[in-house]
Each structure stands twice: as structure tokens, then as C-alpha cells.
């Protein structure tokens, strides 16, 4: 397929798309992470978080778009929808949840409908993606001190964040904003992380 003039202007992407490419660079950052390159721990850690938070925001969103909103903001959002031939305008803000926030509604059997199925994590898989969310507040706030960073509970944390990115990749709402290729693209870099020796 040719690319149309328009399309070389702009560089595109989705929460769908960016939940794939975060995720290879995800499984390049850990494999080297884990054959002894320690540094590339913190960009796998960025990278996996950004893999995990967009394919969160696509999976919740559903058909009206909105279900990764806090309540109150997909309550002025369906009051647009219901209202915008009477003059009312859409609400400025498009503010998501927070990751924590995304995960605990992922995983609550309320979403289930938008999701078309519910993310299923034991308590301490949970924890781990909580530390991995914590690890990564951290380096996106560089404050002016070193990071020192315990590695031995990383790939665990990995572990996690795959089983959660596998589950997620196989629910409707990712596999219907991809191309087959995409798909699998994803699951030869869940894969690649998951099959590492470690976790």
C-alpha cells in the first residue's frame, strides 16, 4: 500500500499502535537488561509502563471512547453526546485515570462490558505492577540525584506486566484496533519476555 502525501507530513499513532511499539521496545530493553546491560533496566521499566498504560486507556475506552475517564468527566462527555444539537460544547478536559486508577478499574467485573472481559491478577501481581508504576513516577520526575535500583525483583515485576499485557492483547477492544501483523508483533514481544531466563 502507497502512502498518500498527506500521510508523510504526520507521524500517527493510537493507544492501540503505541501499546505494540512500546512493548518491542519493551522486550529490546529487558533482553538487554537481563544479559547484564543493568542501565537499560530504568528504559524498560519507561517502556513497559507506557505499553501497559496504553493498552489499559484502549481496552477501558470502549464505543463512546470515554471509559477511561474519571466519572465525573464521562458524565460531561455523555451529557455532550445526548446534547450537542442544543449547543452544548465538549468538555475541554480528556484527562485520563491515573495508572493505578486504570488497573483497579481493568481488573473490577463492572467494566467488564467495555472491556468485553476483566484483567485477572493475583494480589501480589497487583503489587508488582504497583511497584513497576512507582519505579517509573519516579524516573519520569528527574530530580537532580542518582537512582540505585535493586534488580532482583525485576523480572518478577516482568512477569506481571506480560501475564497483564497477554490478557489485555487477547480482549476485543486491542485486537479490533489492530492489524493481524500488530497482533502479533505484540505477542513475539510478550513472548520474548516472558521465556527470558529469571523471572
Known amino acids: 500500500m502507497t502512502s498518500s502525501v498527506a500521510d508523510d507530513l504526520y507521524a500517527r499513532t493510537s493507544p492501540a499502535l503505541l501499546a505494540v511499539h512500546a512493548c518491542e ?30 493498552a489499559l486507556v484502549e481496552t477501558l475506552s470502549g464505543t463512546a471512547g470515554i471509559g477511561a475517564l474519571p466519572k465525573k468527566l464521562q458524565q460531561q ?6 446534547n450537542r444539537g442544543a449547543g452544548v460544547q465538549p468538555p475541554a478536559d480528556e484527562r ?8 483497579e478499574r481493568a481488573c473490577d467485573t463492572a467494566s467488564c462490558h467495555d ?12 503489587k ?21 535500583l535493586e534488580i532482583a525483583g525485576l523480572p518478577r515485576i516482568f512477569g506481571a506486566a506480560v501475564k497483564a499485557m497477554r490478557q489485555l492483547f487477547e480482549m476485543a477492544p486491542l485486537r479490533l484496533h ?22
Not at 485520563?96 to 488497573?103: A, D, I, N, R
Not at 472491556?115 to 497487583?126: A, F, H, N, Y
Open 128 to 148: 508488582d505492577l504497583l511497584s513497576l508504576n512507582d519505579f517509573r513516577n519516579d524516573l519520569a520526575h528527574v530530580k537532580p540525584r542518582g537512582w540505585s
Open 77 to 82: 462527555w455523555l451529557n455532550y453526546f445526548q
Open 115 to 126: 472491556m468485553q472481559g476483566t484483567l485477572v491478577l493475583t494480589d501480589s501481581e497487583k
Open 25 to 54: 521496545r519493551a522486550a529490546s530493553e529487558y533482553e538487554a537488561a537481563i544479559s547484564g546491560d543493568t542501565a537499560r533496566w530504568f528504559f524498560a521499566i519507561t517502556d513497559m509502563h507506557q505499553a501497559l498504560t496504553a
Open 96 to 103: 485520563v485515570l491515573t495508572f493505578v486508577e486504570l488497573l
Open 178 to 199: 489492530l492489524e493481524e501483523v500488530e497482533m502479533e508483533r505484540a505477542g513475539k514481544s510478550i513472548d520474548a519476555i516472558a521465556v527470558r531466563p529469571g523471572q
